[in-house]
């Protein structure tokens, strides 16, 4: 009973952040890696949707009075995961995006659209606990993002779309990963969560057929708390985070540009309802605290992310184990 309530609990107590490219749009793949749970030989499936919508217009930490450009990014994401044994897991995560913008200036509106299977990201984890003296359980990772995705969308016109609208970033970037995690003694289903992800970004070396382009390094720290209880006999996990992002600026042809990087704070409650023994219905809000941008830029306005969280153990690890 107690390993799913705790599954239960980390699912939506350490809900996932987002990644943000040049205009805080583009695919969230450092905000989603690694399970915070784990036990061993424990299959984890995540299945979501996640959309960013883009309506504020910044100059550093103001506010600009601008309507005149909207950005949503939709993205649906699929992870799974493995843990092999008492020390070592595996995650990979999945995606494919859909990406608009419009801009409205003197009367004509313009729309740009791309979509496609987006980057994949591959994690090695190392996992330790000490849940008999301290309560904290702890993993590492690191991993490649795979460049799978296209690069080359073009405009109605034959043009190629500037790099934050592509599903891919064409590199082969580097990901590191820590989370940690501790129980209350007294309340085992709530926790406390820290988490730090860093994000280092190598180059597309084809952008637009004869130049170099690299996103700039990125990291992003969470702290958060997650509890459970019972509603109407299923399991309710709630969960409450802040999340600090910070990207650097991007570079073409080794040289920085303007209006790209910057740092945001995000407050990022969730909910997840257990729907059955082994499934998690979860839905995970993000609201911005504070945006400075390098230069001007438009930034999240709202973010949404809902989806579905399944585990899977051997019959012989799940005869006999109820949820409570």
């Known amino acids: 009973?107690?390993?799913?309530?705790?599954?239960?609990?980390?699912?939506?107590?350490?809900?996932?952040?987002?990644?943000?490219?040049?205009?805080?749009?583009?695919?969230?793949?450092?905000?989603?890696?690694?399970?915070?749970?784990?036990?061993?030989?424990?299959?984890?499936?995540?299945?979501?949707?996640?959309?960013?919508?883009?309506?504020?217009?910044?100059?550093?930490?103001?506010?600009?009075?601008?309507?005149?450009?909207?950005?949503?990014?939709?993205?649906?994401?699929?992870?799974?995961?493995?843990?092999?044994?008492?020390?070592?897991?595996?995650?990979?995560?999945?995606?494919?995006?859909?990406?608009?913008?419009?801009?409205?200036?003197?009367?004509?509106?313009?729309?740009?659209?791309?979509?496609?299977?987006?980057?994949?990201?591959?994690?090695?984890?190392?996992?330790?606990?000490d849940n008999r003296y301290t309560g904290i359980n702890g993993q590492l990772g690191f991993g490649p993002k795979l460049p799978l995705a296209a690069t080359d969308r073009t405009n109605d016109l034959g043009f190629q779309?500037?790099?934050?609208?592509?599903?891919?970033?064409?590199?082969?970037?580097?990901?590191?990963?820590?989370?940690?995690?501790?129980?209350?003694?007294?309340?085992?289903?709530?926790?406390?969560?820290?988490?730090?992800?860093?994000?280092?970004?190598?180059?597309?070396?084809?952008?637009l057929g004869f130049s170099e382009y690299q996103f700039g390094n990125s990291y992003q720290l969470i702290l958060g708390f997650g509890d459970q209880i019972l509603l109407a006999d299923r399991p309710v996990s709630f969960g409450l985070s802040a999340r600090h992002r910070r990207a650097f600026p991007d570079k073409l042809n080794g040289r920085g540009l303007d209006n790209t990087g910057g740092s945001w704070l995000y407050i990022v409650p969730a909910i997840g309802i257990g729907i059955t023994q082994n499934t998690l219905f979860s839905i995970v809000p993000e609201i911005p605290l504070f945006s400075f941008v390098e230069g001007t830029q438009l930034t999240t306005t709202f973010r949404l992310r809902a989806g579905f969280y399944v585990t899977i153990k051997p019959k012989m690890k799940i005869e006999n184990e109820s949820l409570f």
């Open 161 to 207: 779309y500037s790099a934050d609208l592509q599903p891919g970033s064409g590199s082969w970037d580097m990901f590191s990963w820590m989370h940690l995690s501790r129980q209350s003694f007294k309340r085992p289903q709530r926790n406390f969560n820290l988490s730090f992800t860093y994000r280092l970004n190598g180059k597309n070396r084809d952008y």
């Open 1 to 129: 009973m107690r390993s799913w309530i705790i599954i239960l609990a980390c699912a939506v107590s350490f809900p996932s952040a987002y990644s943000q490219t040049c205009c805080s749009g583009g695919v969230p793949l450092s905000g989603n890696v690694g399970f915070s749970s784990f036990e061993p030989q424990l299959f984890q499936f995540d299945l979501s949707y996640d959309l960013n919508y883009l309506n504020s217009l910044y100059n550093e930490s103001e506010v600009l009075d601008d309507g005149s450009r909207v950005r949503t990014t939709q993205s649906i994401l699929f992870k799974s995961g493995y843990t092999i044994s008492k020390h070592f897991a595996t995650d990979i995560l999945f995606t494919y995006v859909f990406q608009q913008r419009v801009i409205e200036q003197f009367g004509n509106v313009t729309t740009d659209l791309t979509s496609g299977i987006g980057d994949a990201v591959l994690l090695f984890k190392y996992l330790f606990q």
